[in-house]
């Protein structure tokens, strides 16, 4: 039976990027050897390196001035890595989810955090807005897609102090001012390759302003200096995520995939905003392309378990919602396929008509 993946993470690639990757595994552009077999200082290792970034420049319309760097630990790891590098004294934090508060946490061990605005006393459904952000920060940091509970900034703020976003599940779902961030990260596992690897696009002026001695491997400088390749980086998850962004090239670009994330996301909300049993947990000028959260109505939540029932019957996998949010949450990162948007959309309405 076909699957109609919409897991949050790992999730959904394009099928194409696989099925190169699992070539490359295998020999890498006919070169004999495995790309996991093969020095990361090879010219062929480099030259997959120097393609990644180059499309991440292309793409993403990174301006000069940046860089793009790859490194492990995952996004949780940048929660450390931002405050250690650039909390000098005090930093501004908007606290939009679980996230965002993770990275709060790791903030505080390193300065005063001045959290401008919490959306926590309705569970995370909406964005804040009318917040304004201290002049005396040292930066502002805002998770963009809040994979949990589905709610979205889905444009590039003004900020008078240094700008930085997580957007481990929106990067390349939509064009960005990249002028506006001074730092812009993610894991790559939600919309751009496997778990392993994390990007970092950087603007060059953050960095030699910290005044406190940062261990090499968590220091920044580090990684621009010899770009991504300190250490070994995560070889395969690099790769994959070249192949991803290849895919996107060869659709056009990051337009056309908004274009195409816009049509899904309005599928599904126009299903749930006009059933009579599903209703969406999101404030409507909040809500997010790429995670869809809703629930049954109070009356009928009863049958949350059985129309779980009928979608694995059809094929769905992942769209149970988060344990803080309950109810369903259907994934809608850039390579799951309208398809499998209206298969949902058809199972929800199958089960509309006999349930409610
Ligand atoms: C998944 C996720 C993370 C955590 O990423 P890891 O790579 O597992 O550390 C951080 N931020 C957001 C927005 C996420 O969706």
Known sequence: MKKH??????????RIALENSAKAILDLNGIGLSLLEISHRSKDFQAVLDETVALFHELLN??????????????????????????????????????????IKEAKFFGEVDVVASSGDRNFCYIPKGYSIPADADY??????????????????????????????????RPIDVSKYSMIYGGAQKNLGPAGVTFVILKEDMLGKAERKIPTMLNYATHTKEPSLYNTPPVFAIYTCLETLRWIKGLGGVKVIEAMNNAKAKLLYDAIDNSRMFVGTVDKDSRSIMNICFVMKEQYQDKEDAFMELAKTKGMIGIKGHRSVGGFRASTYNALPIESVQALVDAMQEFEKTNA
């Not at 993946?5 to 394009?14: D, R, T, V």
């Open 62 to 103: 990174i301006p000069a001035g940046y860089q793009v760097i790859f490194l492990g630990g995952g996004a949780s790891l940048q929660f450390c890595m931002i405050p250690y590098n650039f909390l000098n004294r005090k930093a501004a934090y908007l606290e939009t989810g679980v996230w965002a508060q993770k990275a």
């Open 5 to 14: 993946n919409f897991s949050a993470g790992p999730s959904i690639l394009p």
């Open 140 to 173: 502002f940091h805002i998770t963009t897609n809040n994979t949990i509970y589905g709610s979205e900034i889905r444009y590039d703020i003004d900020s008078p102090v240094p700008l930085i976003a997580d957007m481990s599940s929106d990067i390349l779902s």
